[in-house]
């Protein structure tokens, strides 16, 4: 009985031996066996020396992706170590904390589980899947995150696109426990209403949780502009943090609908504006606000966007700029995978010419630490967050 196995290309194996977890199609040389889509397949390099298994699917781009280094079976009792050791890691990194409880429990391939994110909103989970071998194993998932967290409801998200490209069923519901559709959670101390199955992503942009605080942390007395604000982040952040004024703008009519009731359940004042952020910038007071917040969704989906994500990203930094006064800051984010972190700079600086104006760069930022990943695995790094004096 041999086991169904990939085996690679020559010279294709270097990136797998230093932890990348995903092999593309072009890399394989062989499928030995029949295995089935969604079935745990070994890898081997051109030798036939054992690199690890994973999950195999035959209809994606990358057929495989590993979920372990180990000569080990993948079964219930494997993914229960899996989910055991995510959450390990989080303790180390402080999560949850007294004025924290919400945050990434496992983040796919940071945490060995490819196509599983689960994001923690106080005693409820949300299961995001993205892969078939996920979508296969979701009763051990799901046990394995009772057992391990106690959690009292499961959310599972399958975004149909991922769904299509993998063979699986997607959409949304309540998976286990009771029938919720909103959680209280609390996020340094702020309180926020998540709603994981009407909301964008799990509900909550969480990879943003450190940056909000940090700018928190420079708002004291300032006038702050969050731009793209979503349930209000980094405005709430902001008004906790002292600002003198905090104004948040989102094009939609729910999201400043949020924006408000979260500003009210904190006893912070905001102006909620629903508007499109460039039309906003446009016609904004120029240099009137001492701290401006740019966090726009994807502007590159495809690298065929690359180019107009890249002119769309620099006219929005000039005009974040120009709303800037001089000596304040400019926090602006990327959340593109194909603009690099180079690119992202290299815009920037192409937005601070096109406003006439100099900005230093004083702080680079990624998403929060439970958002772990293998190193040199580039395809899952994503956001980019530059803290910038505008002078
Ligand atoms: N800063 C937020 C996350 C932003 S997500 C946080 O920390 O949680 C991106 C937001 O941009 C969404 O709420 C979406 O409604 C909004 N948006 C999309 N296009 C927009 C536009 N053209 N103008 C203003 N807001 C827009």
């Keep these: 009985m041999s086991e169904n196995r990939i085996v690679l290309r020559k010279g294709r194996a270097r990136p797998l031996w230093f932890g990348h977890p995903w092999v593309y199609a072009n890399?394989?040389?062989?499928?030995?066996?029949?295995?089935?889509?969604?079935?745990?397949?070994?890898?081997?390099?051109?030798?036939?020396?054992?690199?690890?298994?994973?999950?195999?699917?035959?209809?994606?781009q990358i057929p495989l992706r590993l979920c372990t280094r180990a000569d080990e079976a993948v079964d219930a009792a494997f993914i229960r170590r899996r989910i055991a050791r995510a959450r390990a890691a989080r303790v180390r990194l402080g999560l949850p904390a007294g004025d924290t409880n919400v945050y990434r429990l496992c983040n796919s391939e940071g945490d060995d589980l490819p196509g599983l994110v689960v994001d923690i909103y106080a005693d409820t989970a949300v299961a995001h899947i993205t892969t078939l071998g996920i979508a296969q194993r979701k009763t051990e998932i799901y046990d394995a995150l009772e057992a391990e967290l106690g959690v009292r409801t499961i959310f599972e998200i399958a975004p149909p696109a991922y769904a299509d490209l993998e063979g699986f069923p997607g959409g949304s519901r309540v998976a286990r426990g009771a029938s919720?559709?909103?959680?209280?959670?609390?996020?340094?101390?702020?309180?926020?209403?998540?709603?994981?199955?009407?909301?964008?992503?799990?509900?909550?942009?969480?990879?943003?949780?450190?940056?909000?605080?940090?700018?928190g942390g420079l708002a004291r007395g300032a006038r702050v502009l969050d731009c793209y604000a979503y349930a209000g982040g980094f405005g709430l952040a902001a008004a906790r943090g002292g600002a003198?004024?905090?104004?948040?703008?989102?094009?939609?009519?729910?999201?400043?609908?949020?924006?408000?009731?979260?500003?009210?359940?904190?006893?912070?004042?905001?102006?909620?504006v629903e508007a499109d952020a460039f039309r906003y910038l446009e016609t904004a007071t120029p240099r009137s606000f001492d701290l401006v917040v740019v966090d726009p969704p994807k502007f590159a989906r495809a690298r065929k966007d690359l180019e107009a994500a890249r002119k769309g990203y620099e006219r929005l930094n000039a005009l974040a700029m120009q709303a800037v006064v001089p000596g304040g800051i400019l926090v602006t984010c990327s959340c593109s995978q194909n603009v690099d972190a180079e690119t992202f700079e290299r815009i920037v600086a192409a937005g601070a010419?096109?406003?006439?104006?100099?900005?230093?760069?004083?702080?680079?930022?990624?998403?929060?630490?439970?958002?772990?990943?293998?190193?040199?695995?580039?395809?899952?790094?994503?956001?980019?967050v530059l803290l910038c004096y505008v002078a």
């Design 180 to 215: 919720i559709t909103s959680v209280p959670v609390v996020e340094n101390g702020i309180r926020l209403e998540v709603e994981p199955l009407s909301g964008q992503k799990t509900g909550m942009f969480i990879d943003q949780r450190e940056t909000r605080a940090r700018v």
């Design 244 to 272: 003198a004024a905090v104004t948040a703008v989102d094009s939609s009519a729910r999201a400043v609908a949020r924006i408000e009731a979260h500003a009210a359940a904190n006893a912070a004042t905001i102006t909620a």
């Design 27 to 60: 890399a394989v040389a062989s499928v030995d066996g029949k295995p089935a889509a969604g079935d745990v397949v070994s890898l081997a390099d051109h030798d036939g020396r054992f690199i690890g298994r994973g999950f195999y699917n035959p209809r994606s």
């Design 353 to 384: 010419k096109q406003a006439g104006r100099e900005v230093r760069i004083f702080e680079h930022r990624g998403p929060a630490a439970d958002h772990m990943l293998p190193p040199g695995f580039s395809e899952g790094q994503y956001l980019k």
